[in-house]
């Protein structure tokens, strides 16, 4: 199995600024990408982020510009540097991995427990 653990989230002013931060382990073989989804109270998750093995990366329109992620594949490690907050970035961000345990079996997802932003004065 894989597990991804975040860190980073918490409470922030509108305008400022929060990193996150996701942490791969266990029987990895491989990383195809790696990204960031959200949840807001009474929605349904969405794609914020992601970026691939290639370093290829889409984010969500309500994101762009405002938000960038990057990766160590050393480390097994995504971010997401998240500037210019807004209220409605409020949420909870969780880590995505498409990921593979050994060279036979296809890559699946994992998810991470997630960690809460709150952008709020």
Excluded at 70 to 87: E, F, G, H, I
């Amino acid at each position: 199995q894989v597990q991804l653990v975040e860190s980073g989230g918490g409470l922030v002013q509108p305008g400022g600024s929060l990193r996150l931060s996701c942490a791969a382990s266990g029987r990895i073989f491989s990383i195809n990408a790696m990204g960031w989804y959200r949840q807001a109270p009474g929605k349904e998750r969405e794609l914020v982020a992601v970026i691939t093995s290639a370093s290829r990366t889409n984010y969500a329109d309500s994101v762009k510009g405002r938000f960038t992620i990057s990766r160590d594949s050393a480390k097994n490690t995504v971010y997401l540097q998240m500037n210019s907050l807004k209220p409605e970035d409020t949420a909870v961000y969780y880590c995505n991995a498409v990921a593979s345990t050994n060279s036979y079996l296809p890559s699946r997802s994992f998810w991470g427990q997630g960690t809460q932003v709150t952008v709020s004065s």
